[in-house]
């Protein structure tokens, strides 16, 4: 482990690594905010792991331009009444109320005075829950995957995770996105219960699931750049 950096590069590539011990194949990954990230498990040394980047370079590369594509993020959000958030794919108007606690009741999203992130980020948190909790099973059940549990919590510029003893984890933010987009990433995250990596029968479950998913991921790569995800919420 002590043979990686905080952060490798290679040529003019920088790699974030960190080191799994449950991973049992390398995942590297573009997030969101263009950086490269590789999770790798102990056994993969430093030169194992150049090499597998040097390989990737051109993939590296596409998926840092699509980034690029996606243009200027959107600008901080304000705590004040009017300000829009979104919801399952639509648009709420911020009512500020003299105390309480956040909650969506007709049309609009009331946050007490005072109120700022976390409070919203609990929120979707809180709301987001008891909702994948609905929306997973008939997924996992379709798709044959053995689910153990499911978090939602920050995952920085992921929008999922799983773990190998059947846990998904899915980010508080994708609960802005419409309901067909959030089945992506669910539907994605499951089918990582059934192969870790990104190989062509992991595309070929997700085919089978959800015929056309094409459409979803670009749908999917174009609305990250529109979500509200502040710092202290990631």
Not at 92 to 111: F, H, M, Q, W
Not at 118 to 128: A, H, I, N, P, T
Not at 176 to 204: K, M, N, T
Not at 213 to 232: M, Q, T
Request: with cysteine; proline share 7%; hydrophobic share 35%.
């Amino acid at each position: 482990m002590s043979e990686f950096p905080g952060v490798l590069r290679v040529g003019d590539l920088e790699v974030a690594v960190s080191v799994s011990e449950r991973r049992k194949s390398v995942r590297l990954t573009v997030e969101r905010d263009s950086s490269v990230v590789a999770i790798v498990p102990p056994q993969v040394s430093k030169a194992e792991l150049v090499r597998m980047v040097e390989n990737k370079r051109t993939w590296l590369y596409g998926k840092l331009a699509e980034k690029r594509d996606l243009g200027v993020p959107p600008p901080a959000k304000e705590y004040i009444s009017g300000e829009g958030f979104l919801y399952l794919g639509r648009s709420y108007r911020l009512r500020i109320i003299e105390s309480g606690c956040v909650k969506l009741i007709r049309g609009r999203l009331e946050l007490p005075k005072g109120g700022g992130a976390k409070e919203l980020v609990d929120w979707y948190r809180r709301v987001g829950d008891p909702w994948l909790r609905r929306r997973v099973p008939s997924w996992a059940s379709r798709m044959g995957a053995e689910l153990t549990g499911l978090r939602v919590r920050p995952l920085g510029y992921r929008w999922g995770s799983c773990s190998q003893d059947g846990q998904i984890n899915i980010h508080w933010a994708t609960m802005q996105l419409p309901p067909s987009l959030i089945d992506y990433v669910l539907v994605h995250e499951l089918a990582h219960l059934q192969r870790p990596d990104h190989g062509p029968d992991f595309w070929r479950i997700v085919d089978r699931t959800l015929p056309g998913y094409a459409e979803h991921r670009e749908r999917l790569r174009r609305a990250g750049n529109n979500l509200w995800l502040p710092e202290e919420g990631r």
